[in-house]
DNA sequence: TAGCAGTGGTTACAATTGAAACCAATTTTA
DNA sequence: TAAAATTGGTTTCAATTGTAACCACTGCTA
């Protein structure tokens, strides 16, 4: 990752004529705007579509896409994993549990953990719906070409890395 | 500033079962979970910086946006540009209002519609975050070389065809 | 021109979300 | 070894959001 414009601070003089006035913003184009767009409209069709054959919302079954691949994690863990916040964690978990889609045990190690697992009937679940996210995701890629699907994979790991610092240096000035 | 727990800790998780069960979902390659990370990440980091100098919430900006671009619109208008909720753009504009953002005047050839404007005070606000705006576009752009670009351009485009027909035809089942 | 279906926009209410306060267990430090 | 600070996790409350009902107006139809 290269450290090049990392601040562009105001001693950088700008080009004048951009300066003075400013170019309307074709929010049709604006890259924040379109990812936003696209990522509502594939998640909350998916969203419906497993709501409906199960009770699961969208954090619920990340938890549990979670756990299927990463068992005995606890809920920091998840946090860690998944980027999602705390408190969205902890609903999930309960609806979960209240589900009977995955067990809590406590961590005799230290008294505050609690593991989490998939129960049988998490596992269950969870078997049937990974083909249903699958074909999700074949049928979106199904429209790019291999060569795109490789360039997009690289090109989410470089705008994650860069929306990383911003949150981790503060914003930009 | 949002929170994205960087917590770089040593804490080991256990193996990925990949090998035993090779059919997993591995959420941190699934395109709608990568995406849904990182438009939050660049929205959130966006919002953050314009709320705290205006008092702008996301729709609210978005209005502003297009109303900097195109004059004269109803609020039906913003709708059909903007693809956001009817009651989503009726707030954003009725805090818009009130603080004399923008202008409401009545349509006299159909006065069930209202006509609205930036004012000058949203005229001048606009100018002043448009370049801010750019900015971090532009950052985030920089993260990619010119051909990135135009290849991300042109997937954006595919992929939010195939979202858009998962809505329209309904379901994949 | 009365009646009725459609449109523009707002309101009301319920569900979701986030921030901060909180409790309990653990680790640190002095 | 007793505070003090940290960590894991939940609860509370307020703000945000989505859905449905709603009012006012228009335009079509008969």
Redesign the interface.
Known sequence: MTTD?SN?SSTEFSDPIDAVR??????E???????????????N??A??YSARFDLTIPAW?VM??L??????SAA?L?????M?KVAISRAVSILIKNDYITRSEDLADRRRQVLNLSQLGRDVYDRI??L?????N??????SAE?RG??????E???????D???R???D
């Not at 946090?79 to 980027?83: D, G, I, R």
């Not at 996210?133 to 995701?137: H, I, N």
């Not at 360039?151 to 989410?156: A, H, K, R, T, Y």
């Not at 470089?158 to 990383?164: I, N």
């Open positions: 414009n562009s400013p170019d309307d913003l074709r929010l184009k604006f890259l924040p705007y379109r990812l936003s767009v696209l990522s509502n409209r594939v998640s069709a998916i419906d579509a990340r896409a979670i299927g691949r990463f068992p005995n994690l863990d946090v860690e994993q998944t980027a916040d990974v083909p996210a699958q074909q999700y995701e049928d979106l890629m199904g429209s790019l795109e360039q997009l994979d690289s090109i989410i470089k705008l994650m890395t860069r929306a990383q911003w949150a981790n503060g914003l930009i």
